[in-house]
């Protein structure tokens, strides 16, 4: 008995020992988790070298920000003299650890080398936008496929912010005497210069304060909705997060945040975090305000997790020991979740604990029709595609057969339950996957929907059954357009390869709700049978002859195909099709081509 007790404590000291990382957590949760880094820029000695610095970085993060080494005035100090030397140790740090790299900056007002200030004093503007486009040019391309997002522009805002818009800081990129843009017209050139140096790196604008409502995001509101609306090359908005005891974001105006720009298209990065605390002489934090910090790390990451635009987080450092901030906040420091030693602090502990317990947001209002993303409700056999929150494998995992030849309903960690059934997987994606609704749903009136991923369960939301709610898909995958649909000869029916009018095209759809006979979840369809329901179409208005309404043979069952004639006297050119399953109408706007 006392052999076997100890035994016991021994297996528990081990799992004690083997705590869970930062980053294993966060690759759970398909959260890219970040800190700031230094290499040897400054003359230092490499703290790459300090083995306990190299491991925390490479065990605990998955993301790695050079913090000063791909500034100016280390990697271009003589004009037109670069030095990538230490943010070259870092990124090759970086991809030997399999970390992601943020990228950090390329146009600010501080830590500008020296010979810029003087030459700025007598340039012309146009200098000034040579001599800026030359450094983005040349450092993004020097990083080009090795860097995944630039802070493009950093804290370009007035802090605090005037209220009068662009409400941008004085600097030698703006105004002094700038690069020859006015308003926020050297925000916008920096972003199309960096992507013309990098089309695949992620472009954001970074600055601290913009983490509540006011005035100073409104600024920045302004600035990237106008930028979308016009297509200037940007990705996302990094939110510093430096915060201090007693001054922090609402968990409700940080999402509104996050919300307002993902409504937008754009994403959200924790670019910087650190909590400072007031420390004694010996750099120590009481343990009260070590608990605060931990809760306002928990608060935040929980934040990021609750909402799909917010795809990274990180903090501004390793430990304790290297941080920014008792050299910039005397009397302050203990900001990170590891202290001195690069032990794990209370910090630590409050971040794993969000991200193994803060459950991914399931909103039944993106549960939508794979082929034309209407959402609502769901069919039987229909293929959905559900968007939501840090969840899914990192990169496309596409649908597997299982030992039945199915397709399988668990798919890298992944699963959508209907009524506690496992739907069958089409792709699994960070933010996104595609599943059929099991046929047991018909009949009922209602389903419950759930998501897993990796044993953490969203929460269930209720969606309205229906026999059927047809989707047609097309060709740009948005279900608008010309249709994914072929000619008798199987060639894709487009402009330039129309089909004759009292010919036939092979249509694909999804929706038209359950199958003569009964079907088999995830089974390949036969090659041939019928839909429950009748299937009627039509071709510019007019009703289209059906030659086969049914499975699509080969395709999961789910897929409906249509093969219907092109009615006589239909003009040529890109004709409206509508598949109607009961009399419910596919989505307008999608097209046949018609010779
Ligand atoms: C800080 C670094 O951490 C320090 O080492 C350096 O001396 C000054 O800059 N906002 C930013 C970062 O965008 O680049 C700053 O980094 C911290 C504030």
Redesign the pocket.
């Known amino acids: 008995m006392l052999a076997r007790l100890t035994a016991l404590s021994l297996v528990f000291a081990f799992c004690g020992s083997a705590q869970t990382t930062l980053r294993q957590a966060a690759a759970q949760r398909a959260l890219p988790i970040g800190a ?1 880094a230094d290499a040897d820029e400054y003359g230092q000695a490499n703290k790459l070298n300090i083995p306990a610095y190299a491991t925390t970085l490479s065990t605990q993060f998955s993301m790695l920000e050079p ?2 080494a791909m ?1 100016w005035d280390v990697t271009q100090p003589g004009q037109n003299t670069f030095n990538f030397e230490p943010a070259d140790k870092l990124v090759a740090f970086a991809q030997a650890n399999h970390m992601v790299v943020r990228g ?2 390329l146009c600010w007002h ?2 500008l080398p020296a010979w810029l200030g003087p030459y700025a004093q007598t340039a012309t503007p146009a200098q000034m936008s040579t001599v800026l486009q030359n450094h983005i040019n040349t450092v993004v391309g020097h990083f080009q496929g090795q860097v995944f997002a630039w802070d493009v522009v ?2 370009p805002f007035n802090d605090p912010a005037t209220g009068v818009l662009p409400d941008l800081r004085n600097s030698i990129w703006y105004n002094q005497p700038g690069i020859g843009q006015s308003g926020t017209g050297y925000i916008e050139q920096a972003l199309r210069w960096a992507h013309a140096a990098d089309p695949n790196a992620l472009l954001f604008i ?1 600055d ?1 304060n913009l983490e509540a409502p006011g005035a100073k995001f409104n600024a920045l509101y302004a600035m990237v909705k106008d930028f979308v609306s016009r297509g200037v090359p940007i990705n996302g908005v990094g939110f ?1 997060m ?1 915060l201090t005891l007693g001054s922090y974001p609402s968990s409700t105006g940080l999402a509104q945040n996050i919300q307002a720009l993902y409504a937008l298209g754009l994403q959200v990065h924790i670019t ?1 975090m650190d909590v400072r605390l007031q420390v004694d002489s010996n750099g120590n934090a009481s343990a009260a305000d070590l608990q605060s910090q931990a809760a306002q790390y928990q608060r935040i990451m929980t934040v990021c997790l609750q909402n799909p635009g917010c795809t990274a987080f990180q903090v ?2 390793v430990s304790d020991g290297n941080s ?1 901030i008792p ?2 906040f005397p009397g302050f420091g203990a900001a990170l979740p590891f202290d001195v030693n690069y032990q794990p602090k209370p910090a630590f502990n409050s971040l794993i604990s969000a991200m193994q317990t803060v459950t991914p947001t399931l909103n039944s209002a993106n549960i939508v029709n794979a082929a034309n993303y209407k959402g609502g409700s769901v069919a039987p056999g229909e293929l959905v595609t559900i968007f939501g929150a840090n969840f899914g494998p990192p990169s496309l995992a596409g649908a597997q057969l299982d030992s039945n030849g199915r397709v399988a309903s668990t798919l890298s960690g992944t699963q959508v339950l209907f009524d506690g059934t496992p739907a069958p997987l089409i792709y699994s994606l960070a933010g996104q996957v595609s599943a059929v609704v099991p046929y047991e749903v018909a009949g009922k009136t209602q389903t419950v929907v759930q998501y897993v991923y990796n044993n953490v369960q969203s929460n269930t939301v209720t969606v309205p059954v229906v026999p059927a709610v047809p989707g047609i898909f097309s060709q740009n995958s948005l279900g608008t357009g010309p249709g994914s649909m072929l000619n008798p000869d199987n060639t894709l029916n487009t402009a330039q390869n129309p089909i004759a009018a009292g010919s036939y095209v092979q249509i694909f759809a999804t929706g038209a709700g359950t199958i003569a006979g009964g079907a088999v979840d995830g089974a390949p369809a036969p090659g041939a049978g019928a839909q429950t329901l009748t299937v009627t179409a039509t071709v510019n208005g007019v009703n289209a002859p059906i030659l086969y309404a049914g499975p699509a043979p080969g395709e999961v069952n789910g897929v409906l195909q249509v093969d219907l004639t092109i009615p006589s006297g239909t003009p040529s050119g890109p004709q409206a099709v509508v598949v109607l399953v009961n009399g419910v109408a596919s989505q307008g706007g999608v097209t046949v081509a018609v010779k």
């Open positions: 700031a913090e000063n500034k950090h900056n501080s830590q950093n804290e970074n601290y510093e430096h910087e501004w450092g920014w050299g910039s």
